[in-house]
């Protein structure tokens, strides 16, 4: 079966730079999250879209930025990329709002680090 | 307040081991599900199992169980006969009306 396919899977910034992560959801899914995991820490929400419209907001700095497109595929926007930001990226997808009940399945990560 | 504690943060057994890692969450929600989570070395998160509030009988799947007690909140996973392909990070969840929380995971690791 489909998954939820991250890229790119590795990558390596600058500090001050900016960076992209792309995610592309379960088919038919309509729900995207977007979550970060620091070294040895839980994954932390920082944000949600449904039906291509923002629903739910994390910890998301304002530094980030992420949208939901028309086929459903989402991106995650990273400006002025800090040391601190480098983490594991987890995309996820759901069926309807996944918070309410419905099982969120998650990519494999997007690594980035931030030199 | 939602909350979603894992007590446990290392774990250690030696093969074939039985090994259960405790999960307890604090919600007011009446209606809330809870999630079990692995993580292996790789990164990956990979579902597990989903279970709803008014569902308290328990489930067992291969080597994997699980025990859910609403009575002392608890959401434990138990696996028997553990392998070296078991070690990893296990996260419990809660997911309410508009959160998804995690627990911090506990880190198995199943010594050959």
């Known amino acids: 079966a489909a998954g939820v396919i991250q890229s790119p899977r590795h990558l390596i910034k600058e500090k001050r730079e900016t960076a992209t992560l792309k995610c592309y959801p379960i088919p038919r899914h309509d729900t995207v999250y977007w979550y970060q995991q620091g070294p040895g820490q839980d994954p932390q929400f920082l944000i949600s879209?449904?039906?291509?419209?923002?629903?739910d907001k994390g910890s998301i700095p304002d530094r980030f930025s992420a949208q939901q497109f028309s086929d459903y595929h989402s991106e995650l926007n990273m400006s002025s990329l800090e040391l601190g930001d480098s983490a594991l990226y987890f995309c996820a997808s759901s069926l309807a709002q996944g918070f309410s009940g419905n099982t969120i399945y998650f990519g494999e990560g997007s690594w980035l680090t931030v030199v | 307040a939602q909350k979603v504690t894992q007590a446990q943060t290392e774990i250690s057994v030696v093969e074939k081991e039985d090994v259960t890692l405790d999960c307890v969450y604090e919600t007011r929600d009446t209606t809330y599900y809870l999630f079990w989570y692995k993580q292996p070395p790789s990164g990956e998160l990979v579902f597990l199992i989903r279970?709803?509030?008014?569902?308290?009988q328990n489930e067992i799947s291969g080597r994997y169980s699980w025990n859910f007690q609403k009575s002392t909140s608890s959401f434990n996973f138990t696996i028997t006969a553990s392998q070296v392909v078991d070690s990893a990070v296990y996260f419990c969840?809660?997911?309410?009306?508009?959160?998804?929380?995690f627990g911090t995971g506990t880190s198995l690791t199943v010594i050959p």
């Open positions: 969840a809660l997911s309410g009306r508009n959160q998804f929380y």
């Open positions: 279970r709803n509030s008014f569902d308290e």
């Open positions: 879209f449904y039906e291509k419209m923002q629903s």
